[in-house]
């Protein structure tokens, strides 16, 4: 989580303090806009295939300061909660690959629908919204009926805010940023994902694990087995425990078999 944040706002001030610089020498800000051209990620497939780092680059640069500071503070939010029940490294796999898919399902709507046509050539996008978005909604599928306090609300369940955002996202894809709203589709549709594979126990992050020598440990009954490896059945049955009834439902030493398994990596 603070590895995407810091990238997140270096990239934020090092543009920003170019273009304030530009635009006191020269009153424009040619150079910035050109660095925000170059990371943003281009819906035509012609360009695309020039600028093919972009899928990438795009979740790391943002076009204003609102658009920035709210994404780092939903990550900074939901990253915490989401790295209380699993590792760094699950976080990591999240970020990336719903950013992936959230550029994915935009290059797709912009290029199938006749909606976007006319602006298909000169359609971009740029931000880590669909990346946190995928950060959100994997926390809420992992942890429902877990609440935050809001300002005017109070108390709200994940599972409804994050119902709430994708509505409003669905009503956003027939707006002025229907780019931004479909990319946070394609990142709600990975996180979710993500997390029901994990709970059947399939753990997509494990391509980012670092390969390990086994170290051999004698049991009680003389048999030898891996040691240091985490339970992956027990894991996952603690997290379907929570899924159905929420993180308090946990007994004293489930709660201590889920922390040290978040601390295995």
Same mark, same amino acid.
Request: proline share 3%; charged share 15%.
């Given at each position: 989580?603070?590895?995407?944040?810091?990238?997140?706002?270096?990239?934020?001030?090092?543009?920003?303090?170019?273009?304030?610089?530009?635009?006191?020498?020269?009153?424009?800000?040619?150079?910035?806009?050109?660095?925000?051209?170059?990371?943003?990620?281009?819906?035509?497939?012609?360009?695309?295939?020039?600028?093919?780092?972009?899928?990438?680059?795009?979740?790391? $640069?943002?076009?204003?300061? /609102?658009? @920035? *500071?709210?994404?780092?503070?939903?990550?900074?939010?939901?990253?915490? +909660? &989401?790295?209380?029940?699993?590792?760094?490294?699950?976080?990591?796999?999240?970020?990336?690959?719903?950013?992936?898919?959230?550029?994915?399902?935009?290059?797709?709507?912009?290029?199938?629908?006749?909606?976007?046509?006319?602006?298909?050539?000169?359609?971009?996008?740029?931000?880590?919204?669909?990346?946190?978005?995928?950060?959100?909604?994997?926390?809420?599928?992992?942890?429902?009926?877990?609440?935050?306090?809001?300002?005017?609300?109070?108390?709200?369940?994940?599972?409804?805010?994050?119902?709430?955002?994708?509505?409003?996202?669905?009503?956003?894809?027939?707006?002025?940023?229907?780019?931004?709203?479909?990319?946070?589709?394609? $990142?709600?549709?990975?996180? /979710?994902? @993500? *997390?029901?594979?994990?709970?059947?126990?399939?753990?997509?992050?494990? +391509? &980012?694990?670092?390969?390990?020598?086994?170290?051999?440990?004698?049991?009680?009954?003389?048999?030898?087995?891996?040691?240091?490896?985490?339970?992956?059945?027990?894991?996952?049955?603690?997290?379907?425990?929570?899924?159905?009834?929420?993180?308090?439902?946990?007994?004293r030493k489930e709660k201590e078999e889920l922390f040290k398994a978040s601390n295995k990596e």
């Amino acid at each position: 989580m603070n590895l995407f944040i810091g990238i997140n706002t270096a990239i934020f001030v090092v543009v920003g303090f170019i273009s304030v610089a530009e635009w006191l020498f020269t009153r424009n800000t040619a150079t910035a806009n050109l660095i925000k051209e170059y990371i943003s990620m281009p819906a035509y497939l012609p360009e695309l295939l020039y600028k093919f780092w972009t899928p990438l680059t795009y979740m790391f $640069g943002h076009s204003g300061f /609102f658009h @920035f *500071i709210f994404n780092m503070l939903w990550l900074y939010w939901f990253g915490q +909660i &989401f790295e209380d029940f699993l590792s760094a490294r699950q976080l990591t796999f999240t970020y990336l690959s719903g950013g992936l898919a959230g550029a994915v399902l935009f290059i797709a709507f912009y290029n199938i629908f006749p909606a976007f046509s006319d602006i298909l050539p000169v359609a971009t996008l740029i931000g880590a919204s669909a990346s946190v978005m995928a950060v959100v909604v994997a926390t809420a599928t992992l942890l429902p009926d877990y609440s935050i306090r809001l300002l005017l609300f109070g108390n709200v369940k994940l599972k409804f805010l994050v119902i709430a955002f994708i509505v409003i996202d669905i009503i956003g894809i027939a707006e002025l940023n229907a780019g931004g709203s479909i990319a946070h589709l394609g $990142g709600a549709l990975m996180g /979710f994902i @993500f *997390i029901k594979q994990l709970q059947n126990g399939n753990d997509w992050s494990k +391509i &980012f694990a670092k390969k390990k020598k086994l170290k051999v440990a004698a049991t009680n009954y003389g048999h030898k087995v891996p040691a240091g490896l985490p339970d992956q059945e027990v894991i996952d049955s603690i997290l379907d425990k929570i899924s159905r009834s929420g993180y308090d439902s946990l007994s004293r030493k489930e709660k201590e078999e889920l922390f040290k398994a978040s601390n295995k990596e």
